[in-house]
């Protein structure tokens, strides 16, 4: 025994086996590192003390323990049983083997393969719009990783598409009910416009506030074509402004606007045309004054049509357009329903400034026309 050549060779044999059993456990040949560690405790007992060997005879007695778990997680793979069904799945399997040995290199690298295979689920599944579904994917991605931050962010993700879905869902019903009651436009925050209008903020695709827009565009150009029909101008015009300020101008509005124009000039009395002169005229073209003068005669003329009787009267107005202040006022009178008619106004001498003017001819509370004129010469 105290021959240094035996004790050599002893030594050297024993480094073959801890060599030999290192090469085999990583090799995953079980059974012959098996064989192995009791040849070499046969025949060199105190083999145990050596660190290495007894580091390399626990993960051996871990990987004998884990495979079953590990072929299990094999086999589930290859069949696509990740999650489930519960108590046959790959996931169930790593997570066990992690257990016994919390670095198992093949274990970790089978959750993150799970983890990315739900995680790529979940995305796709995101951009089809089926977040239910998108949410039980990223869920079961973080049941094999809990802490993928990309996973997390996901599942945030789609917290709050699955929020923003039932507010647009709940929002749709309100706004369909709003409109099947005629509350279009009014009253504000509570009607079908802005209820579609706030669907579009969470969701600016969304096909079915879309067409509910459309479809109460729609409806109050017939409302617009309905009181046209009836006479009632003042209302068409009204809807219609209404309309053209929610849905800015388009070729529905345009169309409608040019009808309804062409009904009210039919109908209303109408000034159609103005001339304001420094001097007489007999045929009334654009108006060339630009500047007027402190006492100034005006010489006015102006078309009209669409007056239901002779002798209407309207009323002439002049107003400092910066304040606006009313300087002068008079009643003319028009002999016809319709032709050319030409008055004079006097501007006062005192209570102009330089600034702008403005004439207006009302008939009623009605503006039938108004001109305006810029300062003093």
Known sequence: PDNPDFISATQKLKTWYITRLA???????????????????????????????TTLKDKLAHDIENEPHLQKARVYFAVNALNEPKGANALEELKQVLINDPENEEALQGLQKIALFFKNKAKKQVRQNTYYKAMDSANAGLQAISNDNELLLLQKKIKTLVKNKNLVSNLLIKADRKFQEGMLIQPKKENAYDLYKKVLTIDSGNPQAKNGLIKIQNKLLRQVRLATEQGKFRKAETILNQTQQLFSDNPQIQLTRKNLRKEMDAVLPIVSKIKISNTPFSVITETTLQKI????????????????????KIRVNVYNGDSPLLIEQKEIIL????????FTVQLPEKGITNGHYSIELMFGQSRLIKANLFGLH
């Open 293 to 312: 003068k402190v006492g100034q005669l005006l010489y006015i003329g102006f078309q009209y049509r669409n007056f239901a009787q002779n002798n209407t």
């Open 335 to 342: 002999p016809s329903n319709q032709g050319d008619y030409f």
């Open 23 to 53: 090469n085999l456990v990583q090799k995953k040949d079980l059974v012959t590192a098996n064989k192995t560690i009791h040849e070499a405790e046969l025949l060199y007992p105190e083999i145990n003390k050596n660190n290495k060997f």
